[in-house]
C-alpha cells in the first residue's frame, strides 16, 4: 500500500507565501514523477507543477515565476513552495506520485487526500 501524506496548507493574506509538503510512504520501489494539482471549487483538477525523478520541474502559466517545486529522493517527499499567492490560487492541492510498489513492475499514480489554500484579498 502507498500512501500519500500532504501539509502546509491554510490561510494567508494576497502577495503572502506558503510551503506545501507531501511525503510518499508504503510499500515503494521506485517513484518517477512527483506533483501538485489544485481543484477550485466548480472547476476542474489543474496541474500546478511537476517535477521528474531526476528534477526537472514543469509549471503551469499561471503560476511560473511565484511557485518552486523540488522534491527530496531520500525522503520519498515533494515541496511546493509558492510565493507572492493570489485570490486565485484559493483552491484545494492534491499532491500526486507515480509509483512502483515491492512486487509490481509498473507504475501507478497516488493521490494525497487534498490541503485547501485560501488567499485572501
Known amino acids: 500500500q502507498v500512501q500519500l501524506v500532504e501539509s502546509g496548507g491554510g490561510l494567508v493574506q494576497a502577495g503572502g507565501s506558503l510551503r506545501l509538503s507531501c511525503a510518499v510512504s508504503g510499500s515503494i520501489f521506485s517513484i518517477s514523477a512527483m506533483g501538485w494539482y489544485r481543484q477550485a471549487p466548480g472547476k476542474q483538477r489543474d496541474m500546478v507543477a511537476v517535477?521528474?525523478?531526476?528534477?526537472?520541474?514543469k509549471y503551469a502559466d499561471s503560476v511560473k515565476g511565484r511557485f518552486i517545486i523540488s522534491r527530496d529522493n531520500a525522503k520519498n517527499t515533494v515541496y511546493v513552495q509558492m510565493n507572492s499567492l493570489k485570490p486565485e490560487d484559493t483552491a484545494v492541492y492534491y499532491c500526486?506520485?507515480?509509483?512502483?510498489?515491492?512486487?509490481?513492475?509498473?507504475?501507478?499514480?497516488?493521490w494525497g487526500q487534498g490541503t485547501q489554500v485560501t488567499v485572501s484579498s
Open positions: 517535477i521528474t525523478s531526476g528534477g526537472s520541474p
Open positions: 500526486y506520485a507515480n509509483v512502483i510498489p515491492y512486487g509490481r513492475s509498473l507504475y501507478s499514480t497516488n
